[in-house]
């Protein structure tokens, strides 16, 4: 090669060479308004979204430990799906069931679910493990269970019908698979899913991260749902597909749903659930936001985690978010449909907003003595006028709070941020520092600053 300064001729050359280059895109892009087909320039792989099979351990890895290899889960209002180790495989005993069942004092129903309980006890393991679940039928009819959003092998899917036979009523079938992910999972029927789900069978299964650098202080599981129990019955309505009357968290409704007690600087993680039978749920805190770092799909890069103080969290997903806890005080938490934080009485009510009522209810007293009429200025009166309720039912709104009456039911619970809590027991309400409670202003306050009222 010539070392002498760029020639004239390799000047000549390189300028053919990009009026030969601008011909060509020229030609590229008349070719392509002309409707004609290029080929296209090969695209990189997408990376894998599922462990590769071949990429799988073949080393059965000893089996996680509570405190050992993770910090177990909260569920509150629920349980932990206990767990024995036979030959290196965690094995669990699921059995599905007619349960009673109370979402909030006031309202039992008779419901099904899994070892007594809706939601059903949370199973908890972690990555590399190997499970083997037993679930034994005591319904009236078959079921199965599908684990929802696990890998496993195709015929231990749960899909009756297509990945295995129905459990009868009164058999056991089991389940076994590796456990190759980590993140929160559910497991529901996949038989007769409208009316076992409505019903109250579900739960969430965890799966954590092996030797994973960070653990949260307090790792929580709400899974909600939603259910029509019309006024005065005691057994949900599985037909129901629009006008659900009571919203819940682990299938409790405020004031049934437990705090979430937290201690000051706590690392908290919450793994929401969804497996109501119609609605998405935008879930609403107060006072902090949160990064979402996973779905029911795994986890979210870093980079693409966002900051949020609601997370939708639709039918059949779930989201798990993180933050620090870094202020005290009584940090509300709730579905932000505000139908869903209502609960039996109201739902079919006529609006009676504005509606001057005397003409009503001197009319409406001749016949029933303790008619009252009411919503004509809003509905804040009607949880807290202890409005008598048919039997076996909740009132509208919300229970007694300790500044007053919380119009908010349904799917709505309070985390409990205190300098030291004890394990999650109730610390009771928040103890507000002096001045920094809203309340009336002074009519020196309001001429201070200019308010006419
Ligand atoms: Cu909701």
């Known amino acids: 090669m010539s070392d002498t300064p760029i020639s004239r001729r390799a000047l000549l050359e390189q300028g053919v060479t990009v009026l030969t280059a601008t011909a060509a895109v020229a030609s590229l892009v008349q070719a392509q308004h002309a409707g004609m087909h290029m080929p296209e320039p090969a695209a990189p792989p997408l990376p ?6 071949s990429r799988r351990s073949k080393v059965r890895l000893s089996p996680g430990q509570p405190q050992r290899d993770y910090t177990p889960v909260i569920t509150p209002n629920g349980a932990t799906l206990p767990f024995r180790i036979v030959d290196r495989v965690k094995v669990f005993h699921l059995t599905a069931g007619v349960i009673q069942h109370e979402f909030a004092p006031g309202l039992k129903a008779t419901c099904w679910g899994y070892n007594g309980l809706t939601p059903g006890p949370t199973i908890e393991a972690v990555e590399g493990d190997r499970v083997r679940i037993y679930v034994t039928n005591q319904l009236p009819e078959p079921t199965s269970v599908h684990w929802h959003g696990l890998f496993v092998p195709s015929g231990m899917d749960g899909v009756s019908g297509v990945s295995q036979a129905p459990i009868p009523p009164g058999e056991t079938f089991m389940y076994e698979f590796d456990l190759d992910q980590y993140g929160t999972y559910m497991y529901h029927p996949h038989y007769d899913e409208m009316t076992q789900q409505a019903l109250g069978m579900m739960g969430m299964f965890v799966i954590h991260q092996r030797g994973a650098r960070r653990r949260p202080d307090k790792d929580f599981v709400m899974l909600s749902s939603e259910w029509k129990i019309a006024l005065g ?7 129901e597909m629009t006008d659900f009357n009571v919203l819940t968290f682990n299938s409790k409704a405020f004031p049934g749903t437990a705090p979430l007690v937290i201690q000051r600087g706590d690392d908290v993680r919450i793994r929401f659930g969804n497996l109501s039978a119609m609605s998405h749920h935008p879930i609403h805190v107060h006072g902090l936001a949160w990064r979402v770092v996973g779905t029911d799909g795994g986890q979210v890069e870093r980079t693409a985690q966002r900051l949020e103080s609601t997370t939708l969290v639709p039918v059949g997903t779930t989201r798990t978010v993180e933050f620090s806890a870094d202020v005290s005080g009584d940090w509300s938490m709730h579905c932000h449909m505000t139908h869903h934080t209502m609960t039996q009485m109201g739902h079919s009510g006529v609006n ?11 009319a409406t007293a001749s016949l029933l003595p303790q008619y009252m009429t009411m919503g004509q200025t809003g509905m804040g009166d009607h949880g807290a006028m202890k409005m008598p309720v048919p039997r076996n039912s909740i009132p509208m709104q919300g229970a007694p709070g300790p500044k007053g009456h919380v119009d908010m039911g349904g799917m709505f619970t309070v985390l409990k941020v205190r300098d030291r809590v004890t394990g999650q027991t109730d610390p009771g309400w928040y103890a507000d520092p002096p001045g920094t409670v809203a309340r009336a202003a002074t009519p020196d306050e309001l001429k201070r600053d200019g308010i006419v009222v």
Not at 48 to 53: A, C, E, I, V, W
Not at 352 to 362: C, F, M, Q, R, W
Request: hydrophobic share 20%; no cysteine; aromatic share 0%.
């Open 352 to 362: 009676l907003n504005g509606v001057d009522e005397t003409k009503i209810d001197a």
């Open 233 to 239: 019955t005691a057994r949900p309505d599985p037909n």
């Open 48 to 53: 894998p979204t599922q462990p590769s099979r």
